[in-house]
């Protein structure tokens, strides 16, 4: 068993593991052992589970790093025996007992909210299911608008959409309560309300952040930034 902590590294929604990559790079370079696996972006009970299982099956120690919606997910996997802290990058940080829908609604919406598409996918004995996407010709500003054009325009195209459901699951945990917390904010994030992120990291007693100017696609534009507060994780923890 390593004692330098493994981090996972969980993406949000309309992004997949590849938006990890310049981070994966960074932490790498520290020889810190680090994995990004796929994020099915289902439903948050589910998808939760889904990485919770991931983190108990690695040896030693876990860092939890969630982007987005991601930071749903860690707030509930975070439970997990071998979990020592989670980090949120530019994402949710819920309670016991809070839906993403709950937690924004307390805010002004973001520019997101009304730039979603909707598409269908079917469900096994039942009705299909709504998830959702960002409108292609909304993405740039409203994702990643520090980004060049040309890279705006392939991860806009790239997305992964999801399940509109997870919007109103409730968290059926909340493991800041009981691990140490940090968190990035974006300070110039369209997708969601910076004043969200902060809430959120406030509330969970959070090492924070922040970050002027960047935009929710944070981990794409300023990887460094990312892996060096994801570092200052690991060295409190291992």
Do not use: C
Not at 48 to 72: C, E, K
Not at 136 to 164: M, W, Y
Not at 232 to 237: G, K, L, S, Y
């Amino acid at each position: 068993m390593t004692t330098t902590p493994t981090v996972v590294l969980v993406h949000g929604a309309f992004a997949d593991a590849a938006s990890w990559s310049g981070v994966v790079a960074e932490l790498q370079a520290h020889d810190v052992p680090v994995i990004a696996p796929p994020n099915p972006l289902r439903g948050l009970a589910s998808d939760a589970a889904y990485v919770a299982s991931v983190a108990a099956q690695i040896d030693g120690p876990v860092i939890l790093v969630g982007h987005s919606y991601g930071g749903a997910l860690i707030t509930v996997a975070g439970t997990t025996e071998n979990v020592v802290g989670l980090v949120y990058v530019a994402a949710y940080a819920l309670e016991e007992g809070e839906s993403l829908g709950e937690l924004q609604g307390r805010f002004p919406l973001s520019p997101l909210v009304s730039n979603l598409k909707q598409w269908t996918y079917p469900v096994p004995g039942g009705d299909p299911a709504v998830e959702v996407t960002i409108a292609e010709d909304a993405f740039p500003s409203v994702f990643a608008a520090d980004l060049p054009a040309g890279v705006t325009k392939i991860l806009a195209a790239s997305q992964r959409p999801l399940a509109a459901a997870a919007f109103e699951e409730t968290a059926a945990a909340a493991a800041w309560h009981t691990k140490p917390s940090w968190a990035l904010i974006a300070g110039a994030d369209e997708a969601i309300n910076p004043e969200v992120e902060r809430f959120g990291a406030k509330r969970a007693g959070a090492t924070v952040v922040e970050l002027d100017g960047a935009s929710h696609a944070v981990a794409v534009s300023q990887p460094k930034a990312v892996a060096d507060l994801i570092l200052e994780a690991v060295r409190a923890t291992g």
